[in-house]
């Protein structure tokens, strides 16, 4: 199942009923807060999440508004990040944590905090398809979808009511994942597109109680701008400072070697194809657009395997890096610039690097790719030593 065309369909169908004019005029009310992923503030002084400055009266119109106008991107930002992450989780060595094995067997409980219109419930469940293998037959995930808005969540569970059956069976709890513990877990924990709208004073916290919840693995995305990378950055640290693991993109478990202060940022781009509504709300004349996002995603070791799931075995000739930049094709050698876990490096990945040429040939930015050592050239160090 390829799962964007159900859930464009899911999405149509919870959208029938209210005037195309009705849905183009929400989606243009929530384009400036949704865009850059700084909400902003309403009139009382508080943060304005995407729907905050609305009136309850056009706050139905606003979520079918979202899933039609932001949805596909934020399910194709998640699924990437999940798949990245479930593939990130497989490589870590047996034994394997009992949160992780639990994650990997497919039989896992995940929660979608934050949810919205249920975005990443969808995305974990076509995630779970691309890396762990197709629905039937073996145990699948079941869903638990967090979110304070009543409008969304409502909206959301009609969508999801067009999914498979156990996003039919999700469950929808209102709740404010900010306000405290969560009063729920899940073995894989996911949060999209939601800590921005969090007060930056409770965004530490905030992250840490998603981590609180998760037994296994937690997974944060971000608008793919230096706000969101920021909000990641932050998020990463207060994490990595109580025991969390780097599952993926990164190839480095301490410091993120990329200088933010000097505008360095990372980030991945998803192209998402639009379909009619899509476009009539957007406006847009465009058959795709590309989403441009930033993710992190940690697991919980137990205290048993203390080893970054990015990384190739130590000591040895080949290292795992993520290519950050597109790569540039030239005469017999494809020239990457990668993050792996001495920092950020330079390859030039030559003819003769054989198997690793050709990869690197058909890699493209926010790919992880093994290069032989000697490849790469200039690295530039963390300035914080490594985990
Ligand atoms: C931009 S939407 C993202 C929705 C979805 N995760 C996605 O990726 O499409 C942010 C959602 O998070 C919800 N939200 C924001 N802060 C929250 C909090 N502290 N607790 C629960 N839900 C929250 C908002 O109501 C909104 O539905």
Known sequence: MDHSHEMAAAIAGTAMGMGAGKIAAASRTLSDSLSDGSPGRDGAGLPRTAYGGLGAADRHAAAVAYAVARMPATFAAARLALAETLRALGRLPEPRPAGVAR???GGFAALDAGAGTGASAWACEAAVGDVLGPIGGGPRPSYVCLERSAHMAAVGSAILGGGTPALRAAEWVGA???AGPLGHRGDLVVASYVLNEVPRR????AALSLWEAASGALVLVEPGTPAGYGVLMEARAALLGVGARMAAP???GGACPIDAAAGGWCRFTRRVARGRLHLLAKAGEAPYEDERFAFVSF????GTAGWDAGRAAPGGTTVAARV???PKVGKGCVWLK???ADGIGEACVRRRDGEAYAAAKKCGSGDLIALPAQSISKWSRPSL???
Do not use: K, W
Not at 202 to 205: E, G, V, Y
Not at 299 to 302: E, M, S, T
């Open 103 to 105: 994650i990997l067997s």
């Open 176 to 178: 404010d994942f900010a």
């Open 202 to 205: 409770l965004r530490a916290r």
């Open 250 to 252: 990164c190839p480095n």
């Open 299 to 302: 697991y919980r070791d137990g």
């Open 324 to 326: 950050i930049r597109h």
């Open 338 to 340: 990668v993050c792996a």
């Open 385 to 387: 030593p490594s985990m």
